[in-house]
């Protein structure tokens, strides 16, 4: 999320493509239920690499995790996680 919220600050508009590393991309396919996971990929194309743990793009640029610096704002963060649309699994939500 604070990869794709920091894109999205940096271009005004939501990534296309997120890539993670493989171990990033198992464990989100186990913290979200299936329904999720397909939300998730409704909204952009997974895929991974070797390179960095995340990065976020399209054709107007790209957004790596180990760059970001600072956290995003609170207010792109909250887009982020609206127009990500998903939770993780309720047994993973800290109460």
Do not use: C
Not at 16 to 44: C, G, I, Y
């Amino acid at each position: 999320m604070i990869t794709v919220a920091a894109y999205h600050a940096r271009f005004k508009d939501w990534p296309a493509e997120v890539r993670m590393a493989p171990w990033a991309l198992q464990e989100m396919a186990h913290l979200l239920d299936a329904e999720n996971f397909a939300l998730l990929a409704s909204r952009v194309r997974l895929g991974t690499t070797l390179r960095t743990s995340f990065a976020a793009g399209s054709k107007r640029g790209r957004v790596v995790y180990g760059s970001v610096g600072t956290s995003p704002a609170l207010e792109d963060l909250e887009a982020a996680e609206s127009w990500l649309g998903v939770t993780v699994r309720r047994e993973f939500l800290h109460d």
